[in-house]
């Protein structure tokens, strides 16, 4: 990885007069033939290496649902309440991952090392989330189930800190179980903020609301954490085992494996969350949700930021097909 000067990102414009809200920025396009058939709006933030803010699109204080992108915080959690957990195994409590044979195997390991089963967890039936993984699932005959689903690892290790305090099993999804409520104290220090909405995400684990600045700069935490403290072991171990955070073919993988120092992770409806080893950080959410522009917007948000990586065109790389001919692609459009 190399460094140049950063490049500003062009801010937004006023809104009109009169206007309520302003209306978020295009920040990716689809372009098919030639022709733009359509445009994805969000908001977008970038932390300097000093904490403050470098440059935002959009609405960077209001608060979003950050998904996935909360699961080092999450997985912080469970360190706290003294669950030891190290490299591969607490990569796994951070990940979305893809179901790949090597994800599920550990998932049953955890589980059998904590005197639990796979019919503890309360995630949902669901397919591997790498739709290669799918079909060479349902191809061997199996039906959805709870331990396929991309939370798993997270739910094993929340299980897990449940049973060593002799916390109760059953309810370590409630918002009010001992657990969860070191999850939010945790969200609450690394963000700087308070959290002002509780949802229930996919999985059904408690979903706590942050800002993008205020999850940009909880990914920033992390990196900077003193050695040996629950948030720097956490990034420690996803930095050095991606492939458990994600998969083979994921880009949070590719990222990190090619990044050294880096710590990058998505989360459903089009969030992604990133930090520099530097400190540098930075957030975005696609307000429709789609996952599809990711890669694009997050390889042209590094490259403002002087990155410079054979990576960087692997992610921005997303093609459009016609006919199963490649027709046009997804492109940053900020």
């Not at 893809?98 to 195997?105: A, N, P, R, V």
């Not at 099993?169 to 104290?185: G, I, K, R, T």
């Not at 990586?309 to 199963?324: I, K, Q, Y």
Request: net charge negative; charged share 20%; aromatic share 4%.
């Amino acid at each position: 990885m190399t460094s140049s000067s950063p490049t500003p990102i062009p801010e937004q414009a006023p809104a009109p007069e009169g206007a309520t809200a302003p209306v978020p920025p295009v920040l990716a396009e689809v372009v098919r033939s030639g022709f733009v058939e359509g445009r994805h709006r969000g908001s977008l933030v970038v932390l300097a290496a000093d904490g403050s803010v470098e440059s935002a699109l959009g609405d960077v204080a209001a608060p979003v649902f950050p998904r996935s992108t909360n699961k080092p915080m999450q997985a912080a959690a469970v360190l706290r309440a003294g669950l030891e957990l190290s490299g591969e195994r607490l990569a796994l409590a951070a990940a979305s991952h893809s179901g790949e044979s090597f994800h599920l195997d550990l998932v049953r390991t955890m589980l059998a090392e904590h005197g639990l089963t796979p019919d503890h967890l309360r995630t949902p039936p669901d397919l591997p989330l790498d739709p290669e993984e799918a079909e060479s699932y349902l191809a061997s005959g199996r039906v959805r189930d709870r331990l396929a689903m991309n939370c798993s690892g997270k739910h094993t290790a929340m299980l897990a800190a449940a049973a060593r305090n002799g916390w109760p099993l059953a309810s370590y999804l409630d918002q009010d179980h001992p657990l969860q409520q070191l999850v939010a104290e945790g969200v609450r220090a690394a963000s700087g903020e308070e959290v002002a909405h509780v949802g229930t995400d996919g999985c059904g684990a408690p979903l706590l609301s942050l800002s993008l600045t205020g999850l940009a700069r909880a990914f920033r935490h992390f990196v900077l954490a003193d050695p040996g403290t629950p948030e720097r072991r956490v990034a420690d171990a996803m930095r050095a085992h991606p492939e458990y955070v994600a998969g083979t073919r994921r880009p949070d993988t590719w990222l990190m494996q090619a990044l050294p120092g880096t710590l990058s992770k998505m989360g459903a409806e089009a969030v992604q969350a990133l930090a520099l080893p530097d400190g540098r950080a930075l957030a975005f959410k696609i307000d429709d949700g789609a996952t599809r522009t990711l890669g694009p917007i997050l390889a042209r948000l590094l490259r403002r930021m002087g990155v410079d990586s054979p990576v960087l065109a692997r992610l921005e790389d997303a093609p459009l097909l016609g006919g199963g001919v490649r027709v046009g692609e997804i492109r940053a459009a900020f």
